[in-house]
């Protein structure tokens, strides 16, 4: 993750935010800095060409969405990527995790906005640990293929049953090395089966977002687990089924937005 992000994470989680320091930070980083003034004058915000420092995006956007712009350039960087293991092109891995961060954004409004922030970036990592099994995914691909027909078990059962834990369990360690905020690893870890996250409202929104990634068709089709939504997933976060059209739409029109930045 670059660096940008983990300063700036731990510069939000102190008593005192320092708008001069975060903005000094992101201009520190050359690509991610042109990403915030690409956005800052795009037509969303109908300032072309009127935007030439950290300070006047800051102004403009707000700390929040200057913050969610950055996380979205320094994912990006992180996510683009094959992995030939697990059978993704360049862009699969970032085009979901970039749905299910919208996807979460959009649960966590409903539910709690205060967590907003924090859903929309551990939206965007939450499969982060797949780009750290994928090698060894990739070596022992035929001896998991065949266990997942003898067995009729899932990808996650084949990652847990080869490699001792899953690529949740990886992203929720890549957090803590991270220093992110210790809610965000946690529901990354269980974002497959929110209910043994003890009632964790991320956990759940985070996995439903998987769901509904998948239901717009920006999801993996190999990996079937994620086409299922736990039981009591939708009550927990007082979903009925009228809900989902709505948010599906809500969901691919932010990542439409999101992708022209």
Known sequence: MPQVITEIQAQMAGADINTR????????????????????NSAFYGQSGKVATMTGALNLIGLKGLLEVVALAGAQRLLVGRLPGYGYEAEDLWRHSLAVACGSKLLALRKDPGISETAYLAGLIHDVGRIILDRLVLEMKAEIAEFMEREQKTFLDAETRFFGLNHARVA?????????????????????????????????????????????GIGYDSDDVLSQVEAGTMDFLGLKQADLG???SKIAESVSQASKL
């Open 21 to 40: 320091k975060i903005c000094g930070l992101i201009e520190a980083d050359a690509a991610i800095a042109t990403k915030v003034l690409r956005s800052a």
């Open 172 to 216: 929720a360690e890549v957090c803590r090395k991270w220093k992110f905020p210790p809610v965000m690893a946690v529901a990354i870890g269980w974002h497959h089966e929110p209910s043994k996250s003890n009632g964790d409202l991320l956990a759940h929104i985070l996995h439903m977002a998987d769901h509904l990634a998948t239901m717009i």
């Open 246 to 248: 709505d948010l599906v």
